[in-house]
């Protein structure tokens, strides 16, 4: 089972490929003479019957990629394929200032390409990502499960930094959706998050590795409202910058409508949940605090990034 | 307060909102006494720079009084005049213990978005979209200053506003470009753009020992001003051939720096080349209009350096990366780590060695923001910069 879900990141670049394709291909169907001229191919009357074709393969994809559906990407680069073949075989019989021209076209098709290249690829990548998951618990029958990772370098010693990580009950300090960590007997913490819905769910979890300076690994217990493990990793920074630190979780999702909630609880963009939860983790640790704009009072936070508050001061 | 806020595109409009707040311990408030319009402002007021939302408070050069502090700022007091640098640092992360104060690593808190248009973020800035923060700005009657404790430059000697005033931004942005150009004795340096970035380039390149500075622009007053700054040539790119220009001036060599202080909006003489670019970011297909640092790099000599501070947001078409490879060219740039140039540049200034005031051509209340914009844009009226008072 895989945790596919498309990236964000791979979403957002569709959307700008998908703007660049419509604006392309409006201009191709409705001045087919003018990108002729503009591209060096206005000597040939295959071109101009070429362009519109073109044209409409452009909006054609545009359509799913202003959706957000990266995938699509692949059919441009197909289509960026082409048109560099033509294009090539067009410039091996030109030359002047309509040969200069084309090769302009030329350059600029190959910088779409390589953009296209770059989204589809990373597509690829969401789906095929390596798993933390075998640190989950095998008690629960599971489906599927939700991987997350991040990592950063934190400008302060590997001790200190893994202290700081071990408190467990500080964690809500810049884990934003951790409601509540508390002690639950020797080496176990009851954990309670928020769920959407103002709803929250609740585990125990055992530590069950914890090397000082190096490592803490720990997972949910039985009767968890979701199973979930997750490890993190202290190692020195090489030239004396600190320590590095690599988290990875792994949430069990079941079938259904309890793998759905799972899903809802990560939103959009569970990479970017631990990457900002990371971001204020390295925060408090170099600089004493969380810190906080206007438009972000919270602090690093995914769901924040899309609705932004105007960077004027709250009254 | 009143502050001047973005409400889209080609429009800024002053009004009345909250004052700030402290939200940090390391945060100060400044009550703002002179704040001025930049070239990159303009950026935002064209609609150039993503993530603006209606009514951000714009603003990033800016100076006053101290009037509050958070628990956590020993180093100033209540009354202390500082002027206070663009970029927001922390002081502890790597970069700023490495002195690039632009890419803290920590005072972005939208870093997740900036990430996914540039890989990595750099730091925070004072008004200048959510991509770098969503911090209000300083063109406004009081500010938020966080890392009050590391930023904000105390002055303390005699100095009116106007002459520490560019210390926030340009004058140690233009300094860079000069210095990341590495001049030894017999350098050539070209500034395009003599706007006031590319002024305080061409007074930097001077200073720093090259032979030959040359400015070049469309506009004859800013021109002048560059030959003031110190410009031993000025070119005029709407009147002559900028590449044989400098060939001519250089017998063939090219300059050996070129600084770029003209950033993404950039016109070109050629209507046809001007249309591409302009037609490509109308449909999205790039988001920058840069004729100036495509030419700078055909331009510069073989082994030279290209120094570029003029600003670019995202993707540009036919980058000449041939010119730059085959030709050992290297390319060397930035937002202006601006603390580490303050003590220094503030030595020169107080020292008589630069008058920065020079360049200021309008002074305005800042309820009168709109219309700087306008004039600052438009080249009205022979401006080149444009100081607020609240
Ligand atoms: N790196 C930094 O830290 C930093 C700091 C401040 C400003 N900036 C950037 O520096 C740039 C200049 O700022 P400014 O305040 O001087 O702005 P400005 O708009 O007043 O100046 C730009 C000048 O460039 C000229 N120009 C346009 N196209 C040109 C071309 N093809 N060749 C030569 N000159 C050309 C314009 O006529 C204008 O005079 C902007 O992009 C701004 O965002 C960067
Ligand atoms: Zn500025
Ligand atoms: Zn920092």
Redesign the interface.
Known sequence: MSSSRTRPAARRTARVLGLASAGLGVAMLRDPKGVARVSGVDDSATALSVIPLVGARELLHALPLLAGRPGWAWTRVAGDAVDLTAMGVALSHRGGERGRRLRTATAAVAGLAALDLLTAARSRRAGSRSAARELLPSSAPWKSAIDVSAAATVNRPPQEVHARWHDFSRLPEFMAHVREVRPAGIGRWHWVAEAPGRRTVEWVAEVVEESPGERIRWRSLPGADVENAGVVEFRPAPGDQGTEVRVRLAYAQPGGKAGKAVAKLFGEAPDQQVRDDLARFKQILETGQVVRSEGTPEGPLARRMAKQQPAVPRS | MR?T?WMGKNHVEVNE?????L????DAIVKVTSTAICGSDLHLYDGFIP?M?????LGHEFMGEVVEVGR?VSNLRVGDRVVVPFPIA?????AC?RGLFSVC?????????A??LWGHSPC?IF?YS?LV?????GQAEYA?V??ADVGPFKVEDDLTDEQVLFLTDIFPTGYMGAEMCDISPGDVVAVWGAGPVGLFAVASAKMLGAERVVAIDRFGYRLDKAREAGATDVLNYEEVDVLDALNELTAGRGPDGCIDAVGLEATHPTTAVDA?DR??T????ETERPHALREAIMACRSGGTVSVIGVYGG?M??FPVGSLMNRSLTVRTGQAHVHRYLKPLYEKIRDGEIDPTFLISHTLPLDRAPEGYRMFRDKEDDCTKVVLKP
């Open positions: 502050a806020q909102v909250p004052d700030p707040r939200l940090n311990d390391r993530t939302k209606k009514g951000d408070i956590g922390c002081g502890a992360c790597n213990e690593e920590n005072s972005n808190p939208n870093a997740g978005m990430e996914k925070g008004g959510h923060g969503g911090y209000p700005g938020r966080p890392f591409y037609a490509k109308a449909v999205m297909a993707l078409d036919k």
